[in-house]
């Protein structure tokens, strides 16, 4: 629902930016080059601060069994700097786990094609095949890759959130705090 909400706001935006843009594009070109450029740093900052606002949404739902999502604008109520600095590593370690697993996978692909180049012949008779041959000859490569994917999707997910339902228990008093406080 987050991301959902996110990218119509942000299609929204830029239709906006656009058409002002546009409009502007007549009077003055350079300001209307400016203006875009601007408006539309203004937009991700406002997509970037709309979604650490709404961040907890998915902790929060999680933890308390209900769709909760207006909610978290109220507890993430003085905690962007945290929160930004939060996103801002994780972006880190995920650029990092992007560029390890794509060393990894194309020094393979390099290593292999070094050891076994295809020559131009063999890769235009391969695709010369009736596509369901060559499906077939590539369908245990599809398979493998399938379940690559798959554990790094997981190993992903858990990086990615974990985080996140950190934080979340931090901004969330303990229920047994909460009692003492309602005392």
């Not at 991301?3 to 002002?20: D, P, R």
């Not at 601007?38 to 991700?44: I, S």
């Not at 370690?93 to 990894?104: C, N, P, R």
């Not at 391969?126 to 490569?141: C, K, N």
Request: glycine share 10%; proline share 4%; hydrophobic share 70%.
């Amino acid at each position: 629902c987050l991301s959902i909400m996110l990218w119509i706001a942000f299609v929204v935006g830029i239709l906006l930016v656009l058409a002002v843009c546009a409009a502007m594009w007549f009077a003055s070109k350079g300001l209307a080059i400016a203006l875009g450029i601007v408006a539309g740093l203004a937009l991700l900052a406002a997509m970037a601060w709309t979604a650490l606002r709404l961040s907890m949404a998915l902790p929060m739902s999680f933890a308390e069994r209900r769709f909760r999502f207006f909610e978290a604008w109220t507890l993430t109520r003085g905690e962007g700097g945290a929160l930004f600095l939060i996103g801002l590593l994780l972006i880190a370690i995920l650029i990092l786990m992007e560029a390890v697993i794509g060393g990894v996978v194309g020094g393979a692909m390099l290593a292999f094609f070094a050891g076994h180049p295809p020559s131009e012949g063999a890769v235009e008779a391969f695709f010369a095949q009736p596509v369901s041959d060559w499906a077939t000859q590539l369908a245990p490569f599809a398979v493998v890759g399938g379940v690559a994917l798959a554990l790094l999707g997981a190993a992903f997910y858990a990086v990615m959130y974990a985080p996140w339902a950190a934080a979340y228990r931090m901004l969330v008093p303990a229920p047994a705090e909460a009692a003492e406080a309602a005392a």
